[in-house]
C-alpha cells in the first residue's frame, strides 16, 4: 500500500519513466533469459536510434533517470541484475541524447571462480553498478 501510494504521489511524467523503466527491465530480464546477449544487444541498439522529442530530453536529469530505473528494477523478479539495470539504463539515457556504455569486468572471487558485474558509464560518470565495479578487469562486450 505504501508503495502505490508513493507512486501516485509522483507527477505524471515521473510516473511515465518509472513505468518504462519496468517495462524495459522486464524486457531485457527476459530476453537474456531465453535469447542471447547479441539478440537482446541489437533489440536495444534498434530502441535507442528513436530518439525522445528535444524538450523532453535533456530535461530530466541522468541520476533522474538511473533513480527510475533503480526503483523499477525492484519491481521485477531478478531485475536486480547488474546487466539487465544497466543496459535498460542505457537504453532511456541514449535515447535522451546523453553518451552512455555499459561496461563489463570480470574478477575471481576468494574461491578462484571467475565473476562477472556490468555497470553503466554516463559522461564519466558511474550511474548504476558502480558498487565494487574498480575490483573488475574491463572487457569488451560482444558486438551486435
Sequence with gaps: MQLARRFFLLPW???FLLFKAWMLIGFVRVSLLVGRFTGT????DWLQRRPVPRLVARRRHARRVARMV???SHLIPGGRHC???AMALEVLLRRRGYRADVKIGVARDDSGKLIAHAWLHCEGVVLIGGEGA?????VSPPSS
Excluded at 41 to 44: E, G, I, N, S, T
Excluded at 134 to 138: G, I
Design 13 to 15: 511524467s515521473e510516473r
Design 134 to 138: 574498480a575490483n573488475y578487469v574491463e
Design 70 to 72: 533503480e526503483l523499477a
Design 41 to 44: 544487444k541489437r533489440v536495444l
Design 83 to 85: 546487466l539487465t539495470r
